[in-house]
């Protein structure tokens, strides 16, 4: 499937599998598929920067591959590593067969791409077209970044025994950050970069329409009316989309028809995370929202 | 072309227009801006918004400011372009402030181990006046003796408190077998001797976030103790700073810079209440969160420098200290007054933090400090005083 031509049209390719991106986002996953750059999402947890990627393996249609990061990955675990319980094996049949007496041979054979196994890094750029996401950069450490802007200026991976492995066609790149650390400069230079924030309250409740359908429009209204309104208090954590999602799925699973302060009691775990949020949160807060929800 | 001509000139004028106004835009930036505006056109104001943003800024800190300019630009692009004019003279201060945050934004090279004072300093100081100034309070010391501690301050081995990380290195009495380098060399030496190639784990120091009380009772010890600060900034990795009073305040950035002159007098810049009352419940809580989450992850340590006399009656107090030490690995409390050998925390905010703290240490002399930083450094084992 071709790339979309223009930005109207990314608006309605990312729409039509699910994903209600705002003009800004469209225009900037637009250029990152245009111009071959990595696209990277910065904002608060659970406002759907993976959901991007997932999308867009979806929509166009490619592979998705997906590295999450965590302090510590390596190269092993992040582009490849040789396998070598199969190399020794490898070479105690040379040995057993008598063929082991020619070195470079040997050599040049147990470094074969076969005892290759490819981790997500090598496995975008090798296989067919994919999409790569690279999940919460921030919470992988220095050294690994440095290593991916290597990898992301040529879309090529040397594996030093064997050669460069470069990619057929560029993969397109998503990358993510929650912010726990800031991601160095020469990394958001590379890419495209975008801050996904709150939706407003137009956004959200078309988000609610296609990812929690079936949910009634009275009630639609009254839950991201209370989000949107709780969102301006000062809370440890802000709810974030997910959590709307999640709040309104469980409400139908309640077959609430709208908002009362019991119900949104009963169900504020959804919704609120952490003990401190939650205990300012329930009883009189949370009546006075409802009431604000419900007339507004 | 003549069209993309003047457009590429349009885009160059707002360029500029970004760079006055502080943002590091460089010529790379600019190239992927004009590629974006030949893939997107002019027609929609919004598009053209989100396209220069993507290309342009690499930050969300940089936004609004990003976001003034192209409103100029979009209605007077032309006068966006002009170079610096009359106008420049009245550029409102907060830009300003961003265009040497800006300039502070490239850290040195580390070079941990260059002595900036020269050895004749030291010997020359005697050593009984070495060990007076060394439990002489920070509050009874006159200009020369800050100097001199200052001095002091700076030669400071700073800690390396260092935590197993989970990369590894070479190392031949490693205890684990670097199977990969093992089979290199093996095949390469050709003998039937299978030599094992051994890793060890790599250590590195964990992040340390120091949260500074600089108000009014605080006052008399904050010169120094910044200067204790910002030799901790400048030698180490990944150290965060905040002053608080009534407000919470990062100066990490400022601090940054090698010249300890040139960083308090950015630091001053930037602060907007100096030696005023101290909210420290509020301050906490604000660290918790708008901060915590970003500067607090793979095991900090947090320095909380204060006195604990509050204003606000330690109002939020122990539940922003609760939180606080929750996210972090260590919380220590640096306070000055715990020199006086019978110390009862008195005030309310004093007792609301005590119970919350893994340590609490005095920090009134150089030699308090010393504890402090072999403590950090893990040679001594710290005696804790609160549970």
């Given amino acids: ?296 | 072309m003549t069209e993309g001509g003047a457009l590429l000139a349009h885009l160059v004028g707002f360029v500029r227009l970004l760079r006055r106004a502080g943002l590091p835009v460089g010529p790379a930036e600019t190239l992927a801006a004009a590629e974006a505006l030949a893939q997107v056109g002019l027609a929609e104001r919004d598009i053209v918004h989100a396209a220069l943003r993507a290309t342009l800024v690499h930050r969300r800190e940089h936004f609004e400011l990003f976001d003034h300019a192209f409103a100029l630009w979009w209605r007077h692009p032309e006068a966006a372009a002009l170079p610096a004019g009359p106008t420049e003279a009245g550029k409102p201060p907060p830009a300003a402030r961003r265009v040497q945050e800006a300039l502070a934004a490239e850290r040195p090279g580390s070079s941990p181990q260059t002595e900036d004072a020269p050895p004749q300093a030291e010997a020359a100081l005697a050593a009984s006046e070495f060990e007076r100034l060394q439990r002489m309070d920070f509050e009874a010391m006159g200009a020369a003796e800050i100097a001199e501690a200052k001095r002091q301050i700076a030669r400071l081995v700073l800690p390396l408190d260092d935590r197993p990380t989970r990369r590894f290195r070479p190392d031949s009495r490693g205890p684990r077998v670097d199977l990969r380098r093992t089979l290199r060399t093996a095949l390469r030496g050709g003998g039937d001797i299978l030599a094992l190639a051994r890793i060890r784990r790599r250590r590195r120091p964990p992040p340390l976030v120091a949260l500074c009380d600089i108000s009014g009772s605080m006052a008399r010890y904050a010169q120094i103790l910044l200067h204790f600060l910002h030799a901790l900034a400048n030698r180490r990795a990944r150290v965060s700073v905040f002053l608080f009073g009534t407000r919470l305040t990062n100066v990490t950035r400022a601090l940054l810079k090698r010249d300890a002159e040139v960083a308090f007098e950015m630091v001053a810049r930037i602060l907007p209440d100096w030696s005023g009352g101290t909210r420290i419940g509020d301050s906490l809580a604000t660290f918790n969160r708008l901060w915590a989450r970003r500067v607090l992850a793979q095991g900090a340590i947090v320095l909380l420098i204060t006195d604990g006399l509050d204003r606000a009656g330690a109002e939020g107090v122990a539940a922003a200290a609760a939180r606080l030490r929750r996210s972090c690995r260590r919380l220590i409390w640096l306070n000055p007054l715990l020199r006086f050998a019978g110390f009862q925390p008195k005030s309310q905010g004093a007792r609301a933090l005590l119970p919350h703290v893994h340590e609490h240490r005095p920090v009134h002399n150089l030699a308090s400090l010393k504890e402090l930083v072999d403590s950090l450094s893990g040679r001594a084992e710290p005696q804790r005083r609160a549970a």
């Fill in chain 1, 1 to 296: 499937m071709p790339l979309p031509r223009n930005v109207a049209e990314t608006e309605a390719l990312l729409s039509a599998h699910g994903y209600v991106a705002d003009r800004a986002l469209a225009t900037t996953v637009f250029l990152a598929l245009r111009m071959g750059r990595p696209l990277f999402l910065e904002g608060e947890p659970g406002t759907g920067k993976t959901e991007i990627a997932k999308v867009l393996a979806a929509a166009l249609p490619r592979r998705l591959v997906r590295l999450q990061c965590y302090d510590g990955l390596d190269i092993a675990a992040a582009a490849y590593e040789w396998d070598h319980a199969r190399q020794l094996m490898a070479i105690r049949l040379a040995e057993a067969a008598g063929t082991a007496e020619d070195r470079a041979h040997l050599e040049h054979d147990i470094y074969d791409r076969k005892y290759l196994l490819e981790r997500p890094l090598l496995s975008a750029l090798a296989g067919s077209p994919a999409v790569l996401l690279i999940d919460e950069l921030d919470r992988a450490d220095e050294p690994f970044e440095a290593y991916l802007l290597e990898v992301l200026a040529d879309f090529q991976i040397t594996v030093p025994e064997l050669g460069t492995i470069r990619a057929e066609t560029p993969p397109v790149v998503v990358i993510t950050s929650n912010r726990t650390r800031e991601v160095h400069d020469a990394i958001r230079r590379r890419c495209l970069y975008h801050w996904v924030g709150y939706p407003d309250a137009a956004r959200e409740r078309a988000i609610l329409a296609t990812r929690a359908p079936g949910l009634p429009e009275r009630l639609s209204d009254q839950v991201v009316a209370f989000v949107q309104r709780l969102r301006q208090g000062e809370w440890f954590k802000l709810p974030g989309v997910a959590e709307t999602i999640d709040w309104a799925q469980a409400l139908m699973a309640l077959d609430a028809r709208e908002l009362n302060p019991d119900l949104v009691d009963a169900t504020l775990g959804v919704l609120m995370k952490y003990e401190d949020d939650l205990a300012k949160l329930r009883g009189a807060e949370a009546a006075r929202l409802v009431a604000e929800a419900r007339g507004g």
